[in-house]
T-cell receptor
Framework: DGGITQSPKYLFRKEGQNVTLSCEQN?????MYWYRQDPGQGLRLIYY???????QKGDIAEGYSVSREKKESFPLTVTSAQKNPTAFYLC??????????????FGEGSRLTVL | GENVEQHPSTLSVQEGDSAVIKCTYS??????FPWYKQELGKGPQLIID?????GEKKDQRIAVTLNKTAKHFSLHITETQPEDSAVYFC?????????????FGAGTTVTVRA
């Protein structure tokens, strides 16, 4: 079945450590996104990528980094510079501009807890 | 940028009753308004959407209305069932630009009481 796979589902990290969240899609979508979800704050965009080897900062990019070396993969690294990293992280994808109906397809999320 | 406000933050309804969630947006150029449903432990999923050239859209028990003049749109769920319990997000976006960045509301937690 086509879809988006995020891993790990749960992750614990000590303060000062970097951690990388994986996101893989087999929908052949050009665009991929990372959102952060906190209680009462909805979904906030961290980074997005419209095409391989290109990505842009979203609204809350500080303390995060991404790469887009392959169309199907968009990993997110939460660095030690992120002051409040404990959150639920969602990866999404969509068709590229011009073919985009506007629909985002989400993975099931990764819950990061900093101890 | 676009700012989307969503109310209420929580909503409890008796099974069989209707539920209404309201959102307002700030950018009059926004022209696409999707609604997502997020079940516990899952990612959000699109349930219905509306574009600015349409005032109302219905799909079985759910409907969305759009008032462009007032810059608000609403989700209506009729004959609610236990499986409607979830968090619902509204969103708005200005299509036709170089990227498709949705601005989400803060979410509404809907609980359907049996």
């Amino acid at each position: 079945d086509g879809g988006i796979t995020q891993s790990p589902k749960y992750l614990f990290r000590k303060e000062g450590q970097n951690v990388t969240l994986s996101c893989e899609q087999n929908l052949n979508h050009d665009a991929m996104y990372w959102y952060r979800q906190d209680p009462g704050q909805g979904l906030r965009l961290i980074y997005y990528s419209q095409i391989v080897n290109d990505f842009q900062k979203g609204d809350i990019a500080e303390g995060y980094s991404v790469s887009r070396e392959k169309k199907e993969s968009f990993p997110l690294t939460v660095t030690s510079a992120q002051k409040n990293p404990t959150a639920f992280y969602l990866c999404a994808s969509s068709r590229r501009q011009g073919q985009n109906t506007g629909e985002l397809f989400f993975g099931e999320g990764s819950r990061l807890t900093v101890l | 940028g676009e700012n989307v406000e969503q109310h209420p933050s929580t909503l409890s309804v008796q099974e069989g009753d209707s539920a209404v969630i309201k959102c307002t947006y700030s950018d009059s150029a926004s022209n696409y308004f999707p609604w997502y449903k997020q079940e516990l432990g899952k990612g959000p999923q699109l349930i219905i959407d509306i574009r600015s050239n349409v005032g109302e859209k219905k799909d079985q028990r759910i409907a969305v209305t759009l008032n462009k003049t007032a810059k608000h749109f609403s989700l209506h769920i009729t004959e609610t069932q236990p499986e409607d319990s979830a968090v619902y997000f509204c969103a708005a976006v200005k299509g036709g630009v170089s990227d498709y960045k949705l601005s989400f509301g803060a979410g509404t937690t809907v609980t359907v009481r049996a």
